[in-house]
């Protein structure tokens, strides 16, 4: 049946819908009855009659990679579970939402959360776990409500709890909801919170979730969009929705896309087969009137901006090409080997209009206020880059401060427990990198020989 | 003194146990959520509480109430706002946003600071807080009041009213 959506919400002729099909659509609302009437749960009925170990060579053979930062392909993850393993398997859905630029998953939650379930309940009887958690951020609490509701219409048809669907395969689903903080989307730090302690990340090795995760058991985390994907994979089969999208970025993906174009939103788009450009001058109606482009972040907050005026060069030998921000296709490798990611599929456009040193000041007070404290580095650092940009903003910093932020971010990155380091350090990085003029532009010469500000000379004097 | 826990609330948040058969301990925040969702903050006697219904040493519920920014240590007020401060929210106005409601619902924020982020109004009616990205970044500026969300938030007065 092909869907009708709510007037001014109808999908661009460019994207691909799959995920998002029922989000905005007419008369849709998001209970099971209405889930059934689409081939709802049709694809547990099928799942539960096939070989665990054949849904997770579906989704191999799919080349799914996981949606929620890192591009690791999902079945290969599943993958790393033990051989022969005696200890209870779970599953854990991340549905901690919260790289700033991305808000897919809260879509997928409040319009289609049966999706969500049908997605976890495959995975589930793919790898063998009985109990699975969706850890979703305190700040959906209507999000958290209707995945319950959900979950108890699953149970009261047979599609969760004991012998479900006379397959013998028993399985609980729990809403666990966080209490507010950015480092519980980091899947170990995200265990510790589903532990009930502070979510310190652990440190890899050993603490792979899928060897030595939740009570030290092997569990696996994906993303919601990732979970919901099996479903479409088991569909489809794993080798045609492969043909989704391009060679090893396949399938389709959600991009958000906010900040100052005309109109922001999020766009369900084959990977890799629409550019930087179409996606903000067609689907996002272009920037807003009479301003020009000066960069773009393209995978939430922490990827490594891109400038407008950059050339890039992709690929090698002969295929090497060279690439204006434009013509980016939006996929893993090509964002990757542009010098940033797609990381969560969050996409910041900035016009010149936006002062380079305040963007970078409101990332660096998110990372300073997120950072867990674990790790020196980090807990010091972030505050540091944070400060520093706090002067270059109130036109109280000196040039060499440019410097120093620089070297702070560089002694974060690669020194840290968990990714956060390099979340935290790579907008720096990148900032200072490529647009150090306009930086050093906002600091002040004069105050170049006050080598310490107020505060360092209050520390000194009280060190007697 | 301990905590009065009333027997629905009690009931309902020994089913949220049930929801943890491998380790108790991993009922923390839910049973801190369902505390501040009645009382309106965690004091030291709903961390008691919580340790003597899970069997742990306050210390261990403590640890958590300080390092959430979701759970609050002081009373806010009747409706508590959650403004997003996060880039893409910052740059569709969430400062403008956070100065406009702090004029209309007459709260002073000039005593805020990293450990303390919540402002009360005189009357008690309203508090307000900083966010980190409230995860809907194309509709901002973002708030939460209460649990409710409100996106593209323009209309200030409009806001506030349909809170009294």
Redesign the interface.
């Known amino acids: 049946m092909s869907a009708i959506y709510k007037s001014g919400k109808e999908p661009h002729a460019k994207e691909h819908r799959i995920i998002f099909k029922n989000v905005d659509r007419e008369g849709w609302d998001p209970s099971l009855s209405m889930y059934e009437t689409e081939g709802g749960y049709d694809q547990l009925k099928k799942a539960i009659k096939m070989e665990p170990s054949a849904i997770t060579d579906e989704v191999k053979k799919a080349g799914l990679r996981g949606r929620g930062g890192a591009g690791f392909p999902a079945g290969v993850k599943w993958g790393f579970l033990p051989p022969n393993n005696e200890k209870p398997v779970y599953l854990i859905c991340n549905a901690d939402e919260s790289e700033p630029g991305t808000f897919k998953d809260r879509y997928i939650i409040h319009q289609d959360p049966h999706q969500l379930v049908e997605g976890m309940v495959i995975s589930c009887f793919a790898v063998g776990a009985n109990l699975a958690y969706i850890y979703i951020r305190e700040e959906f609490p209507e999000g958290a409500q209707i995945l319950e509701k959900a979950i108890a219409e699953a149970h009261e048809k047979g599609y969760l709890g004991k012998d479900i669907l006379g397959s013998g395969f028993d399985l609980e689903i729990y809403v666990h909801r966080g209490a507010g903080a950015y480092i519980c989307g980091e899947e170990t730090g995200l265990i510790e919170s589903l532990e009930g302690k502070r979510p310190y990340p652990r440190i890899k090795p050993p603490y792979f979730p899928a060897a030595m995760g939740l009570y030290l058991c092997p569990t696996i985390v994906n993303n919601v969009e990732t979970l919901c994907h099996v479903k479409h994979i088991l569909e489809a089969g794993g080798e045609e929705w492969s043909k989704i999208g391009t060679p090893n970025n396949t399938g389709t993906r959600i991009l958000c896309v906010s900040g100052d174009v005309q109109k922001p939103g999020y766009f369900e788009v084959e990977v890799g087969k629409v550019t930087m450009g179409e996606l903000i001058n067609d689907m996002c109606g272009g920037l807003k009137e009479g301003r020009s482009l000066k960069a773009v972040i393209p995978g939430g907050s922490s990827a490594k901006v891109l400038r407008a005026d950059e050339v890039f060069t992709v690929g090698r030998g002969d295929d090497a090409r060279e690439l204006t921000i434009w013509d980016i296709p939006m996929d893993f490798d090509t964002l990757a080997a542009c010098g940033s990611m797609a990381g969560s599929g969050g996409v910041i456009v900035i016009d010149d209009s936006r002062s380079i040193s305040w963007v970078l000041n409101n990332i660096n007070n998110f990372y300073a206020h997120e950072s867990c404290g674990q790790c020196t580095p980090c807990r010091e650092g972030s505050l540091w880059m944070k400060k520093i940009t706090d002067r270059v903003v109130a036109g109280k910093a000196s040039p060499s401060d440019i410097d120093t932020l620089d070297s702070v971010a560089r002694n974060i990155d690669g020194r840290t427990i968990c990714a956060f380091g390099e979340a935290a350090s790579w907008p720096t990085e990148s900032f200072v990198e490529k647009f150090r003029d306009e930086l050093v532009a906002d600091t002040n010469p004069e105050l170049e020989d006050d080598l310490l500000n107020a505060e360092a000379l209050t520390a000194a004097a009280n060190l007697g | 003194m301990s905590l009065d826990v009333p027997s629905e609330l009690e009931k309902e948040i020994d089913e949220r146990v049930t929801?943890?058969?491998?380790?108790k301990?991993?009922?923390?925040?839910?049973v801190?959520?369902a505390l501040q969702h009645h009382y309106g903050f965690i004091n030291e006697e709903a961390v008691e509480w919580t340790a003597a219904k899970?069997d742990l040493e306050p210390i261990?519920v403590l640890?958590?109430v300080t390092?959430?920014?979701?759970?609050r240590q002081s009373a806010p007020g009747k409706f508590h706002i959650?403004v997003c401060?996060?880039?893409?929210c910052?740059?569709a106005g969430s400062y403008e946003l956070m100065e406009s409601l702090c004029d209309k619902a007459g709260i002073d924020r000039s005593g805020v600071t990293?450990h303390n982020p919540i402002a009360v109004s005189p009357d008690g009616k309203f508090s307000i807080e900083f966010?980190?990205?409230?995860?809907?970044?194309?509709?901002?500026p973002v708030c939460?009041v209460n649990?409710d969300?409100h996106e593209a938030v323009s209309d200030v007065d409009g806001l506030l009213s349909h809170y009294q």
């Open positions: 929801h943890y058969p491998v380790s301990r991993s009922a923390v925040l839910p801190l959520h899970l261990k640890e958590v390092f959430y920014p979701g759970f959650r401060r996060t880039l893409s910052a740059m990293h966010a980190e990205c409230l995860a809907s970044c194309g509709t901002g939460l649990d969300f």
